[in-house]
């Protein structure tokens, strides 16, 4: 059976000072809140370490929102995944869809991404997404294919089947536009039948998949109630504690 995962992704934005904040107000939110749903927030770099305090001894886990292939090196501004480690991560995304349209990432370094973030036992949560264009022109499927071939190229079976994929399409990131639930399933089934064709049958049952793009607490239980929609990745949304909570609590 696959969990469901609820993870917040704040981008640039909160300060640690706002970060304790935010944080102190969703845990007040979700009480003893303890399921069915996993929940990650996943801060800017500059308040992981605050993040990671806040969250001892509570239910929710740390993720970060981009990572090195390095462990050390000459890579100024950059963070590894032994950093990420270090404090506590559990999660980071990568191949956001920002990552690739701002900072020109493509399939073979988000691959690398995804390798490097495994041997430090860090789980990946992979982006894929097709752009407005794309999916006009009936191609998301297409895109979809080459995105997954080329962040997964090298795993094993096992690795897939304890990572997450998020389906994140470009033109509802941040824009207030969402696919419909039957949109959102119809891709989601499809990344599991790739990922069946790829790794098997039961890498493809394993393998959770979430829904990201403009989701709320408006539209997150239809969302989440589809079969092979198995939690959200949030942007907006999870910089309100009480919409962020309403989110989680919509899991099924």
């Known amino acids: 059976m696959r969990i469901p995962l609820i993870a917040g992704n704040w981008k640039m934005h909160n300060t640690a000072a706002r970060t304790r904040e935010l944080l102190g107000a969703l845990l007040h939110e979700l009480g003893d809140y303890s399921g ?3 929940v990650a927030v996943c801060p800017p770099f500059t308040s992981l370490a605050a993040a990671a305090e806040c969250l001892q001894n509570t239910s929710l886990v740390l993720g970060a929102q981009n990572m090195h292939y390095e462990e050390k090196g000459a ?3 950059e963070i590894s995944p032994l950093m990420l480690a270090e404090l506590g ?3 980071v995304i990568l191949g956001h869809s920002e990552r690739r349209q701002y900072f020109g990432e493509d399939d073979a370094l988000v691959s690398r991404k995804v390798q490097a973030a495994l041997r430090y036992g860090l789980v990946p949560i992979l982006c894929v997404g097709e752009l407005l264009e794309q999916r006009q022109a009936r191609v998301t499927e297409a895109v979809i294919r080459i995105q997954l071939a080329g962040g997964l190229a090298g795993l094993t079976p096992q690795q897939v089947a304890g990572l997450v994929i998020a389906y ?5 990131i941040g824009t207030g536009r969402t ?3 039957a949109d959102a399933q119809q891709v989601n089934a499809y990344i ?6 790829f790794f098997g049958d039961a890498a493809a049952q394993a393998v959770r998949i ?9 539209n997150a239980a239809e969302l989440l109630g589809q079969a092979d929609v198995d939690g959200a990745l949030v942007g907006g949304a999870s910089l309100d504690a009480a919409g962020f909570a309403a989110i989680v609590r919509a899991a099924r």
Do not use: F, K
Request: proline content about 9%; aromatic content about 12%; charged content about 15%.
């Open 210 to 218: 979430l829904y990201g793009g403009s989701v709320n607490a408006g």
């Open 179 to 181: 696919a419909s639930p």
């Open 168 to 172: 994140e399409p470009v033109w509802a």
């Open 89 to 91: 991560c559990r999660y």
């Open 36 to 38: 069915p749903a996993e």
């Open 192 to 197: 599991r039948q790739v990922v069946a064709e």
């Open 75 to 77: 890579y100024t501004g």
